[in-house]
């Protein structure tokens, strides 16, 4: 990852010595002053702003659309889930670009976070298995004894490999699950023989097709390959906020869910050179023409209206309940209809 640690806890410093924050009461909101909400500033994290399965919030402000909408919308970027939802918790940032599940998962902790933009029904994620194991591993069943790659422990790539896996038929001592990260970390891994095989995304998938140190087992890029793979839709690429900040600023989450959709919209009437030609360049460190099949390859992903659909918000829940430690025992506990909203992106002017 190009952007460190280090420099995102610069920058947060930075940002919040000399900006406003708009979640700490910098900004009036309509239901507390009875006055319109005069918020126009918000800091969003991405979980990895290189990954394609991100890639709409890069794109939003890359076409212009967030200065549109009358914001300023400063994109920082952290490739641990839980590091970027626990930012958004401090109140360090307004929202997170990251997997829907969070939003569940923090329900167990007492938090309330919602959904407001979903932009995929499917993971983006492909099970990738080194190209000299491909004759031994071709299927969950075959990951008995092996070493499988997740971004993190407690990080959705775990648990979805867990569920691929008792769908398998395999139990959790049958297999060793290894942090590979993301990116150049999770290539290395691959190719040094730390993991048989694992869970990524593009453009690191890619990266590894065309340089043949790694074939696609599983593709969770489409709704066919989602099915197939885990049995129905896992929404998961997403724009979470806390419910109080909301509720206190609807006319700014109105203006960020118009801007989403209407990138969602502009993605589904372009091809992937054109999408590519609109992200900044060192987004293709590994070649242009790689960074385009990437892009090819994942963007059918994204549902091109923003909106959750029940029934995959109702799957996620259910692979939650049986891996998350968090969700175990809790499932009837789960409001899903405090997970998310529809009522923003519904509002979103036609294209």
């Known amino acids: 990852m190009r952007r460190t640690r280090t420099a995102l806890a610069a920058a947060l410093a930075l940002t919040t010595a000399v900006g406003l924050t708009a979640c700490r009461g ?86 309330c976070i919602e959904s407001v933009v979903q932009f995929a029904d499917v993971p983006g994620e492909v099970e990738m298995v080194a190209t000299d194991k491909a004759q031994e591993i071709k299927s969950p069943a075959d990951f008995k004894g092996r070493k499988l ?35 150049q970390t999770f290539i290395a891994a691959i ?34 390959g989602t099915k197939a793979a885990l049995g129905g839709l896992y929404p998961a690429s997403s724009l979470y906020m806390d419910c109080a900040w909301v509720k206190a600023h609807p006319q700014v989450v109105q203006k960020l869910a118009n801007a989403f959709v209407k990138t969602l919209r502009w993605i589904k009437g372009h091809s992937a050179e054109e999408i590519a030609a609109k992200m900044p ?12 099949k990437a892009v090819h390859d994942t963007i059918g992903m994204f549902n091109g209206d923003g909106v959750m659909k029940p029934e995959g918000a109702k799957n996620v829940l259910e692979v939650l309940s049986q891996f998350s430690p968090n969700v175990q025992g809790k499932k009837d506990t789960i409001d899903l209809s405090k997970t998310y909203t529809t009522q923003f992106v519904s509002k979103a002017p036609a294209a």
Not at 158 to 177: E, H, N, P, R
Request: proline share 3%.
């Open 26 to 111: 910098t900004a009036p909101s309509a239901d507390r002053s009875g006055a319109a909400d005069t918020t126009t500033q918000a800091k969003i994290m991405v979980g990895g702003i290189d990954k394609v399965i991100y890639l709409p919030a890069k794109l939003t402000e890359q076409l212009g659309y967030f200065k549109a909408e009358g914001l300023d919308v400063q994109l920082l970027t952290e490739p641990a889930g839980a590091i970027a939802e626990n930012v958004l918790i401090s109140g360090d940032v307004q929202g997170v670009v990251g997997f829907y599940d969070h939003t569940i998962d923090l329900q167990t902790k007492g938090k």
């Open 281 to 292: 360049a060192d987004y293709a460190a590994g070649g242009k023409d790689l960074y385009v």
């Open 149 to 183: 790659g997740v971004t993190s422990p407690g990080s959705s790539t775990d648990f979805l490999t867990q569920y691929l896996a008792t769908k398998g038929g395999l139990g959790k001592s049958d297999y060793t699950t290894v942090k590979a990260g993301a990116g």
């Open 191 to 224: 190719t040094n023989g730390g993991i048989d095989a694992g869970m990524t995304t593009d453009p690191t998938a890619a990266q590894l097709v065309s340089t043949g140190k790694a074939q696609v087992m599983l593709d969770m890029r489409t709704e066919e």
